[in-house]
């Protein structure tokens, strides 16, 4: 229950700062969102309720699925070059604000 209420608060900050005005709140939002979805790839493994995917500790249906947390990594080396590269265009940028201030 506490990892999903987690995830529910890490997607629901994200998608907030995803819909306001600044380039850092973006990437700030699509590492949250990021986050989120990271920890629901976790928990879709079984890694709570079954033993780990290591060749000591166990072998076959009682070891948890290693599978999701390649995707794990996966996401997290993709998540941050994107911020990386969003960051350095929120760099090299002037203004970002199309309104005028009244």
Request: aromatic share 6%; glycine share 12%; no cysteine.
């Amino acid at each position: 229950m506490t990892l999903a209420i987690t995830i529910g608060i890490l997607v629901a900050g994200g998608v907030y700062l995803m819909l306001q005005r600044g380039m850092v709140r973006i990437v700030l939002g699509l590492l949250l969102v990021g986050h989120g979805a990271n920890l629901l790839l976790m928990s879709s493994g079984g890694v709570f309720r079954r033993e780990l995917p290591l060749l000591q500790f166990g072998w076959g249906p009682q070891t948890a699925d290693p599978l999701p947390q390649a995707f794990v990594l996966t996401a997290i080396v993709i998540a941050f070059s994107i911020a990386i590269y969003m960051l350095t265009l929120a760099a090299s940028g002037s203004d970002d604000d199309t309104e005028e201030a009244s």
